[in-house]
């Protein structure tokens, strides 16, 4: 069996090498959190810059706009593979660093690349509609699938890799750090962005666009794949209890990602657990579509006035997420915090239905900001969940499967969130109710994740893992 293989003097060579690996401090907290600080950066600079230029710029029918920036979530599913490809084939010496490396220097090129296709799809929309401009948009999306690859493969091992150096009790405050690092990317490559486009004039020509816009995509994809080396480089070979922990690193025939998919598949938790994934990012997001629209048609709110709210809720999240690291979750529980998140958010959507029947932009702004801050803390609570709910030998496949599901809701809630709206405005008699139903509809969702988490057991998923892993071992040595 494979088992018999580890003696009690060999348990207690590794409860000794445990003891030997420093916890990871404050400051490579802040470090790590660099890489998600580059995340921030880059979407900016797709969902916000080329968004703008090629809708009003360039005039590219918006659908084809978003059908092609859509490209980099509906690969989502090979982030399955990279987990599995980090937990047992390392890169340039390392398990997790290698791929975080070689994943950001790609999305950094296939970024400036993005941009060279949308000018040409730009240009050959001046004479209408053609077949270049079909094969331009193909390519287009294209690229898009290729700089999602490159983002599942870095990101994949990155939240792997903060499995692998984290231990249960310091893992919520690693999460608060990281993933409010996240949020203050966004608002650096807001700032950065902005700065560096300044002097496009309105109605500017498009060859100062272009030159503005390049210049943009050179120095910003380089700024971010700085930040993912300065916040990886030496952190796994300090910190990583990966070959510590897993008990199939040695062997020579690794674990497959069949045998990985068995594992994944081995506890009833892990459905439940993506089940409640796809759900609580279904709910948190679905607003994303309609919050504009519902500022502007509900309180007369103007364009300026509506693109704040987003500051709002972002900052609610921010402070959230920051509490919840090191106040909240310390005090309760992962699992605890979670269902406290998961009641504030319904307690918060029900809360902006309200703002609207005052029509008060004051009320909405604060509602938001409590939305943001439920949010931030349902997402930690979460997140310290999904990092316990894997398995030593095949954590890069179980954080490539959480991944899926906050990727596909993501996507999901985008479109839900048009969908219901566009459904309630044929049927009730006012914005204010169509609006609502959307708000309400998120409420009820989020509850349903919540009669899930009630189900989601760590200590029956960990004990199903393991001996799903020492069967898979013992079939293959029998």
Not at 185 to 195: H, R, V
Not at 377 to 383: H, M, Q, S, Y
Not at 388 to 407: P, V
Not at 451 to 472: C, D, M, P, Y
């Amino acid at each position: 069996m494979a088992t018999s293989n580890v003696s009690p003097n060999s348990e207690s060579k590794e409860s000794g090498k445990s003891t030997s690996i420093p916890k990871v401090k404050l400051w490579t907290m802040f470090r790590l959190g660099l890489f998600q600080m580059a995340l921030g950066i880059m979407s900016i600079l797709t969902l916000g810059v080329l968004n703008r230029v090629m809708i009003e710029e360039l005039q590219v029918p918006a659908l084809i706009v978003a059908g092609a920036i859509a490209m980099h979530q509906f690969v989502a599913p090979i982030r399955v593979w990279f987990g599995q490809m980090s937990d047992t084939k390392p890169l340039l010496g390392y398990h997790r660093s290698g791929y975080v490396w070689v994943g950001a220097a790609l999305f950094a090129i296939v970024s400036f690349f993005a941009v060279q296709v949308v000018w040409q799809l730009g240009f050959s929309l001046q004479s209408g509609w053609t077949s270049q401009s079909s094969g331009w948009a193909a390519l287009l999306a294209l690229i898009f699938a290729l700089y999602g690859v490159a983002i599942s493969a870095s990101s994949t091992p990155f939240a792997a890799l903060l499995v692998d150096v984290s231990d249960e009790d310091n893992r919520s405050k690693l999460v608060g750090v990281v993933w409010s690092m996240l949020m203050v990317g966004i608002i650096i490559g807001a700032i950065i962005s902005s700065g560096l486009l300044r002097q496009i004039a309105l109605n500017a020509p498009l060859e100062v666009i272009q030159t503005q816009v390049n210049r943009l995509f050179l120095i910003v994809p380089g700024i971010a794949f700085a930040l993912c080396l300065l916040s990886t480089v030496g952190v796994e070979k300090k910190y990583s209890r990966y070959t510590m922990r897993s008990t199939a690193i040695n062997r020579e025939d690794k674990i497959t990602l069949g045998m990985a998919m068995q594992v994944l598949t081995a506890s009833r938790q892990t459905a439940i657990f993506f089940t409640f994934l796809l759900l609580m990012t279904l709910s948190l997001f679905m607003q994303d579509a309609v919050l504009e629209p519902y500022g502007g048609e509900v309180f007369k709110m103007t364009i300026a006035e509506t693109t704040k709210l987003n500051a709002f809720f972002g900052t609610g999240t921010l402070i959230g997420l920051s509490l919840t690291g090191f106040l909240i979750a310390p005090r309760l529980g992962k699992k605890n915090t979670t269902k406290l998140g998961c009641v504030a958010v319904a307690v918060c959507l029900i809360i902006i239905v309200l703002a609207g029947t005052t029509a008060n932009a004051k009320f909405l702004q604060w509602s938001l900001t409590l939305f943001g801050f439920a949010s931030g803390v349902t997402t930690t609570g979460a997140l310290s969940l999904m990092l316990d709910l894997t398995a030593a030998e095949t954590a890069g496949t179980f954080i490539g499967a959480w991944g899926l599901a906050q990727a596909m809701a993501r996507a999901l809630a985008t479109v839900s969130g048009g969908a219901v709206l566009n459904l309630g405005k044929s049927f009730l008699t006012t914005p204010l109710f169509a609006y609502g139903l959307v708000f309400t509809i998120q409420a009820v969702v989020i509850l349903l994740a919540l009669g899930l988490l009630a189900k989601v057991n760590v200590t029956e998923f960990q004990r199903n893992a393991k001996q799903a892993i020492a069967s898979i071992l013992e079939s293959e040595l029998d």
